[in-house]
């Protein structure tokens, strides 16, 4: 894979340390994500984020993973698939419930 790629990766679901912007509950957040996207396999992860993180079509995602445009929508259904498995939603569900109520307290 080409480092560009790798380094889209690492910016967006790794926190620097030493930012000050960086709000506890968006590293929290970050690592929960990291470990539900840890029991997914590379190629999982790897159209999951080209398709959702960098907004890529099937078609430059596949030119990216050197598959065809099929096979990325493959992998990205059976990626989602496996994220809304109780074991993986239910991390996923309380981080979405816990933001929205965070959101419902700043708006007032």
Known sequence: MSKDFISIIYKTFYLPENKSECVEDSKDSRKALVNVLDTLNGREVVALVLRNVCSMT???????????PERVRQIEHKGYRKLRHPTRSHVLKQFLTHNQSVEQTARR
Not at 58 to 68: D, L, Q, V
């Open 58 to 68: 099937y078609r430059e995602s596949g030119e990216i993973m050197g598959i065809t």
